[in-house]
C-alpha cells in the first residue's frame, strides 16, 4: 500500500510538471512574417521589436522574420524612411505580413528644429530641409556647392575657384554691415565652429536650415544669421553591418579661356592706340597664347567607406573618405581626408549614451601661382630662343614679365612652394536619462570639444617669379589653433495626452568658449633651397615679425532657454521660446539679452469642412515674430586698443612707441533683429504637387559698426551701435511628381523661388550717407557709388567739350544729373556729384532640379537663375590691368570704338587716360547679373532593377557632367565666362578692386566643366 501510494503521488507531480509545460508552450507562439514596401518588395534590415522591451529581430533579404511572442505583446516594425507600423499578437494568427508606408512625401517627414524633431505638418517656424541622398546628387567634395540653388531663401556663392574653397553662405540676406553675417552651423546638435567644406557629403543624413527668428531663437545670438541643422549618418539598431563604398573619378577642363586678344588683334589695337610700340622680345608676327602655355587638364578622385549597424540595443557607424583635386594650374591641388565615428548605446530601460567625431586633414598646394601675369603679358612675346629653350624673362611695351609656362612651374619644384596644411577634430559626446516616474521626462547633458588647427608655409627661391635673377630668396610660415568647447544641460518633456494634446517642452542651460590664436613669420635670404620654410631663424636677411599678424583671442557665452511646443488634434499648433544669452565681448552692464519668439500653425486640411475637398490633403497656415541677437564682434572691441610704431633715432638707436587705434566703448551692447514671419504649406493629389510661399520681413537696430572719426581726434575709429538695416522677401518653392510609375516611368520635378530686398534704414547721427563704404540710407547694403555709363561721345555731339573739356570722341560717356540753362547747355562740367548709387544685388533668385527614371535608368538635371542686379567684374575694370585701352599690356578682346565702328561698346584705345586706364574705366566693369546656369546633367542606372537578384547589394553607376552650359547671361555673351564670381571684390587684381563685402570675377584659377563616372555600392 505505501509503494502504491508514492507511485500515485509521484505520478500526479509529473502530470502537474506535463500540463504546465504545456500551459508555458501555449503562451510562447512562434511569429513569422514578411515585410514589403508600397510596391511589394521585400525590406531588409526593417527593425521588428516587442514594444516597452529591447527584444527583437531584422529582416532577412527576403524580407522575412521569425520570433517568439506571447498573445498580446505589441510588434513594432520601424526602418528609416518608412512609417512605425505595429501589429498585436495573437494566437489565432501566427504569420503577420506587414507592408510598410513611405514617409517619402513634403508634409509628414521628419525634419530637425533644434533641441528635437517634428513632423513636418507641425512645424511653425521657417525651416528649409534637404535629405543627404539629395546633397549627393551633385558629386563635390564641398556640401555648401551642393546646395546652390537647392534651397529657397539660403544663397551659396562662390568665393573662390581654387580646388578646396569655401563659399559664402546668406540666409535671406544681409542684416550686418560690419559684424559677422554667416549662419551658425549646428553639427549633431552642437555648434560647429568649421565650415561646411570640413564635412564630408557622404556622411550627411539630412540638412534642415532655420530661417527665421521664431525657429533661430532657440540658439540665441549665434542664430541671428540663420542656422544650418548639419544630422550625420547614424547606424540602425537592431540592424546587420551593413558596408556602403562611394567613389568617383573625374577629369576637368576649363569651362572658358579668358577672352585676351591674340597676336594678329592686340597688334592692330596698340598701333591704333598709338602710345606703345614693340619692346625687343616682340615680334608682331608672334602669338603666344599664355593661357596654353600655363594651364592642363584637371581630374578629381573621391573614395568613401563606411560600416554601419547595430545591436538589440544600440548602433553605430564608421566612416572613411578620401579626396584628390588637381587643379587646371600646375601643382595646384587639393587633398582632404575624413573620418568619422558614431556610437548611439542604451543602458537599460532608461539611460542612453553616445558620443559623435569627425575629423579631417586637408593639404593645398600651389596657391602662389596666379593667372594675373599671364593675363596681362602681351600675345606679341617671343617667348623661346632660336634654339627652343625657353627665356627667363620678355621684354613687353614698357613692362618686363617672368616667363610663366606648365613646364617652368613644374620644374622649379621645391624652389617656388605654398602648403596650407589643416587639421580639425570635431567630437560629441551625449548622456541621456529618461526619468522614470515621469513618462516622456528627461534630462541629457551635451558635450562638445572642438580643435582646429592650420599650419602655412611658403618659400619662393633665388629669382624665382621675377625679373631681377639676383633677387633674394624668401619664406613664410604661419599657424592658428582654435580650441571651443560647449556644455549643454538639457531638460526635455515630450507627451500625449487624450489622443489630441501634444506637448512638447525644453529648457536648457549651456556654456560655451572658443580660443584663438595666430602667429606668423617672414625672412628672406634662405641660406638653401633645401630649408624651405622650415627653419627661418637660420636666414641670413631680415626676419620680420609683423604685429599686425599675430593674434589671441578668446570669448565665452551664457545662455538659459525655454521652449514649449503644443498642438491640438494635430490642427493647432504654437510654439513659444525665451531665451537670455550673455556675452564676453560686450561692455559691462550690457553684455544679457533675452529676446521672446512665439509661432502659430493652422492645419487647416485637417478640419471636417475639408473633407468635400479631396484634392486637398495638406494646407497649413504659419506666422512667427521672433527677436535674435548679434555679438559676433572681435572680442575686445569694448576696450581701447594700442598698436606699435618703431622709430629710428639713428644709425644704431632704435625705440618703438605707442599710440591709440582705437577708442574704448563703455557702453557697446547687442546688435538684434526682429522677424515677421508668414507662411503656407500645401498638398494636391496625395502630395504629388506640394509646396511652400512665405512673406518675412527683418529689421535689424543698434547695428555693430566701426564709427571713423576725424583726422583731428588721433584715433582711427571706435565700434558703437549704430544703424539700422531691414530686409524683407517673398520665397516660392514647390515639388511634384508629374509621371508616378506609368509603365516604369517616373518624373519629378522642384522649383524654388526668392526675392531679397534689403535696405539701410539708418546710420549714426542722423547721417544719409557713408560714401566711403557705399552705404546709403534707403538703399541697399551692397550698393555701388559710381558713374552711370550711357555710351560713347560721337562725332559732332555739341556738350562734349562743355561737359568733358579736353575731351575726344570715342571716350566714356557718363550720365550728367546737373542742371540746364535756358539754351538747354549744361551748366557745369561733370563731376563727382554725378555719381550714382547703383544695386549690386539680384531683383530674384532660385534653382530648379528634374529627375526622368524608367525601371533601371534615371536622368536628372539641376540648375541656378537669377534675374538683375549687377556682376562686377575686375577683368573689365581698372583694377585688373586687363583692359587698360592703351596697349601697354594684353589686353580683353573687346568691341572698340574706331571712326568705322561708332556703334562699339568700349571706348577708343589711346584715349583720355585717368591714371593708368582711360577715364571713367571702372563703368565698364558693370554687367547686369541676370543668369542660367545647368549645375549637373546626371545619368544613372540602378544594377538590382535586373541584374542583381541579391536584394542585400545595392549597386548603382552614374556619369555626370558639371557645370556645363551657361544661358541668359549678357557676360558669358560677351566673354564666355562663367558668370559666377570666383573672388572676393578686393583679390586678384593688380591693384584696389572693390569693397571685399562683395564678390566679383577677377583673374584667378579658372572655372571648370567636369566629366565624371562614379558607382555606389553597399552589402
Do not use: C
Not at 576637368?252 to 585676351?260: D, G, L, R, S, W
Not at 617671343?382 to 620644374?411: F, W
Not at 551692447?669 to 494636391?684: A, H, Q, R
Amino acid at each position: 500500500m505505501h509503494f502504491n501510494h508514492y507511485l500515485i503521488s509521484r505520478l500526479r507531480i509529473l502530470l502537474l510538471l506535463l500540463v504546465s509545460t504545456v500551459v508555458v508552450r501555449a503562451q510562447d507562439l512562434t511569429v513569422r512574417g514578411t515585410v514589403t514596401d508600397e510596391n511589394g518588395a521585400a525590406l531588409t534590415g526593417v527593425s521588428v521589436t516587442l514594444k516597452s522591451t529591447t527584444s527583437g529581430v531584422i529582416t532577412d533579404i527576403n524580407g522575412n522574420f521569425s520570433l517568439s511572442a506571447k498573445s498580446g505583446n505589441v510588434l513594432v516594425f520601424s526602418m528609416i524612411g518608412y512609417v512605425t507600423t505595429e501589429r498585436t499578437v495573437n494566437a489565432a494568427q501566427t504569420v503577420i505580413n506587414v507592408q510598410l508606408e513611405s514617409t517619402d512625401t513634403q508634409l509628414t517627414e521628419v525634419v530637425v528644429v533644434g533641441y528635437g524633431t517634428q513632423r513636418k505638418e507641425a512645424v511653425t517656424g521657417s525651416v528649409a530641409s534637404i535629405s543627404g541622398d539629395k546633397v549627393r546628387e551633385i558629386p563635390v567634395p564641398n556640401i555648401s556647392q551642393a546646395l546652390q540653388g537647392r534651397l529657397a531663401g539660403v544663397e551659396m556663392s562662390q568665393t573662390s575657384t581654387r580646388p578646396g574653397a569655401t563659399m559664402q553662405i546668406r540666409v535671406r540676406g544681409t542684416r550686418s554691415l560690419s559684424a559677422d553675417n554667416n549662419p551658425l552651423i549646428v553639427l549633431d546638435g552642437i555648434p560647429f565652429p568649421g565650415s561646411l567644406a570640413d564635412l564630408n557629403p557622404n556622411d550627411i543624413k539630412s540638412i534642415d536650415v532655420l530661417k527665421d527668428a521664431s525657429a533661430t531663437a532657440i540658439y540665441g545670438s549665434r542664430g541671428a544669421n540663420g542656422v544650418i541643422l548639419v544630422t550625420t549618418e547614424k547606424g540602425t539598431r537592431g540592424a546587420k553591418p551593413r558596408v556602403n563604398y562611394n567613389a568617383y573619378q573625374g577629369v576637368q577642363e576649363i569651362f572658358a579661356k579668358y577672352p585676351m586678344m591674340d597676336g594678329p588683334t592686340f597688334n592692330k589695337f596698340r598701333k591704333y592706340a598709338g602710345i606703345y610700340s614693340n619692346a625687343i622680345d616682340e615680334d608682331e608676327n608672334a602669338n603666344t597664347d599664355w593661357q596654353d602655355e600655363l594651364f592642363r587638364k584637371g581630374f578629381v578622385s573621391d573614395h568613401n567607406v563606411s560600416v554601419t549597424g547595430g545591436t538589440a540595443s544600440g548602433s553605430y557607424n564608421f566612416g572613411a573618405g578620401y579626396h584628390f583635386n588637381q587643379s587646371v594650374i600646375p601643382t595646384q591641388n587639393y587633398t582632404r581626408y575624413s573620418l568619422r565615428a558614431s556610437v548611439d548605446q542604451k543602458i537599460g530601460e532608461a539611460f542612453r549614451v553616445g558620443f559623435n567625431t569627425n575629423s579631417n586633414f586637408n593639404l593645398s598646394k600651389g596657391n602662389q601661382v596666379g593667372v594675373g601675369g599671364i593675363l596681362r603679358a602681351s600675345p606679341l612675346a617671343v617667348i623661346r630662343n632660336p634654339d627652343g629653350t625657353l627665356k627667363r624673362t620678355v621684354k613687353t611695351g614698357i613692362d618686363e614679365y617672368y616667363v610663366l609656362t606648365r613646364e617652368v612651374v613644374e620644374n622649379l619644384g621645391d624652389e617656388w612652394i605654398s602648403q596650407s596644411r589643416g587639421y580639425a577634430s570635431y567630437n560629441s559626446m551625449f548622456g541621456e536619462v529618461s526619468i522614470p516616474w515621469v513618462e516622456g521626462l528627461k534630462y541629457r547633458t551635451n558635450l562638445g570639444l572642438d580643435f582646429i588647427q592650420t599650419n602655412g608655409g611658403s618659400f619662393t627661391g633665388k629669382g624665382v617669379n621675377n625679373v631681377n635673377p639676383t633677387t633674394p630668396s624668401s619664406a613664410s610660415i604661419s599657424n592658428s589653433q582654435t580650441y571651443h568647447w560647449t556644455v549643454e544641460n538639457i531638460l526635455s518633456y515630450d507627451k500625449n495626452f487624450g489622443q489630441k494634446h501634444t506637448i512638447n517642452a525644453v529648457a536648457l542651460y549651456s556654456a560655451e568658449q572658443s580660443r584663438y590664436n595666430r602667429s606668423a613669420m617672414g625672412a628672406r635670404d634662405i641660406p638653401a633651397s633645401a630649408f624651405q620654410f622650415y627653419n627661418l631663424g637660420q636666414a641670413t636677411g631680415e626676419i620680420t615679425v609683423n604685429p599686425g599678424d599675430q593674434d589671441y583671442q578668446q570669448w565665452g557665452l551664457l545662455s538659459a532657454m525655454g521652449r514649449v511646443m503644443y498642438s491640438y488634434d494635430d490642427k493647432y499648433m504654437i510654439s513659444a521660446t525665451l531665451r537670455s544669452d550673455g556675452s564676453s565681448r560686450l561692455a559691462k552692464g550690457h553684455k544679457w539679452h533675452t529676446y521672446p519668439a512665439i509661432s502659430v500653425g493652422w492645419n487647416i486640411a485637417n478640419e471636417s469642412f475639408m473633407s468635400s475637398v479631396p484634392t486637398l490633403n495638406a494646407l497649413k497656415l504659419r506666422a512667427g515674430y521672433g527677436q535674435t541677437s548679434n555679438q559676433a564682434i572681435a572680442p575686445y572691441a569694448t576696450l581701447g586698443r594700442l598698436s606699435t610704431r618703431p622709430y629710428n633715432f639713428g644709425d644704431d638707436e632704435y625705440a618703438v612707441g605707442y599710440y591709440v587705434s582705437q577708442l574704448p566703448n563703455s557702453s557697446l551692447g547687442w546688435e538684434y533683429s526682429e522677424t515677421v514671419n508668414i507662411g503656407v504649406d500645401f498638398g494636391l493629389w496625395k502630395n504629388r504637387l506640394s509646396g511652400t510661399v512665405e512673406y518675412y520681413v527683418t529689421n535689424t537696430k543698434d547695428i555693430l559698426l566701426g564709427l571713423g572719426l576725424p583726422a583731428t581726434s588721433g584715433v582711427g575709429s571706435y565700434t558703437a551701435n549704430i544703424g539700422q538695416t531691414q530686409n524683407k522677401g517673398l520665397e516660392i518653392s514647390l515639388n511634384g511628381r508629374i509621371i508616378d510609375n506609368m509603365n516604369g516611368w517616373t518624373w519629378d520635378a522642384g522649383i524654388n523661388w526668392y526675392t531679397n530686398r534689403n535696405r539701410l534704414t539708418a546710420l549714426a547721427s542722423g547721417q544719409t550717407r557713408d560714401e566711403g563704404n557705399s552705404w546709403f540710407v534707403g538703399y541697399n547694403i551692397n550698393a555701388i557709388y559710381d558713374y552711370k555709363k550711357i555710351g560713347l561721345w560721337q562725332e559732332g555731339d555739341p556738350y562734349l567739350q562743355i561737359l568733358e573739356p579736353g575731351g575726344n570722341v570715342g571716350m566714356i560717356k557718363v550720365e550728367y544729373t546737373g542742371d540746364y540753362n535756358a539754351d538747354g547747355t549744361p551748366t557745369r562740367r561733370i563731376g563727382p556729384e554725378d555719381r550714382q548709387i547703383f544695386n549690386v544685388d539680384p531683383n530674384w533668385l532660385g534653382g530648379f532640379n528634374t529627375r526622368v527614371g524608367y525601371k533601371g535608368f534615371d536622368l536628372s538635371v539641376v540648375g541656378t537663375f537669377r534675374n538683375g542686379g549687377l556682376l562686377l567684374s575686375n577683368l573689365h575694370g581698372p583694377a585688373g590691368y586687363m583692359n587698360l585701352l592703351t596697349g601697354r599690356n594684353g589686353n580683353l578682346d573687346i568691341d572698340y570704338w574706331t571712326p568705322e565702328n561708332t556703334g562699339a561698346k568700349y571706348p577708343k584705345p589711346g584715349g583720355l587716360i585717368s591714371g593708368d586706364n582711360a577715364k571713367y574705366a571702372s563703368t565698364l566693369a558693370y554687367f547686369d547679373g541676370s543668369y542660367m546656369k545647368i549645375r549637373t546633367i546626371s545619368l544613372g542606372y540602378d544594377f538590382n532593377e535586373k541584374l542583381l537578384k541579391n536584394k542585400s547589394t545595392r549597386l548603382r553607376m552614374y556619369v555626370t557632367v558639371q557645370n556645363p552650359l551657361v544661358a541668359f547671361s549678357s557676360f558669358h555673351k560677351e566673354s564666355g565666362l562663367d558668370p559666377e564670381p570666383n573672388s572676393y571684390g578686393d583679390e586678384n587684381n593688380a591693384t584696389g578692386g572693390f569693397n571685399r563685402r562683395l564678390l566679383a570675377v577677377s583673374a584667378n584659377t579658372p572655372s571648370t566643366k567636369s566629366y565624371v563616372i562614379g558607382l555606389n555600392l553597399s552589402f
